[in-house]
């Protein structure tokens, strides 16, 4: 059975940082590509970083050169580490695995909060 189970959110002063994690239990990372998204209240969900089945890496613009997506496939957990986090960063944070073929199903996680408040 799939499960992917977040955690690592929490609450951090602007400019502070924080580290999530996804285990990603029943994955195979290599038909996979893992992502995280996230939504902040009154608004829709919205992609953050992609680590492809081939390990490459992207971000979206907003989190770019503060974010960094990393896999540990070992123990089949997926990171996202935040530094420099603002106000606009508060959301909740979901991981994704998304099937690199249409046969394969997508799957999510059921979120963690990060709330970025002085």
């Known amino acids: 059975q799939v499960q992917l189970v977040e955690s690592g959110g929490g609450l951090v002063q602007p400019g502070g940082f924080l580290r999530l994690s996804c285990a990603a239990s029943?994955?195979?990372?290599?038909?996979?590509?893992m992502n995280w998204y996230r939504q902040a209240p009154g608004k829709q969900r919205e992609f953050v970083a992609i680590?492809?089945?081939?390990?490459?890496?992207n971000y979206a613009d907003s989190v770019k050169d503060r974010f960094t997506i990393s896999k540990d496939k070992a123990k089949k957990t997926v990171f996202l580490q935040m530094n420099s986090l603002k106000l606009e960063d508060t959301a909740v944070y979901y991981c994704?695995?998304?099937?690199?073929?249409?046969?394969?199903?997508?799957?999510w996680g059921q979120g963690t909060q990060v709330t970025v408040s002085s």
């Open positions: 994704n695995a998304a099937g690199i073929r249409e046969d394969l199903p997508d799957y």
């Open positions: 029943g994955i195979n990372f290599r038909i996979y590509n």
């Open positions: 680590s492809t089945s081939g390990d490459n890496v």
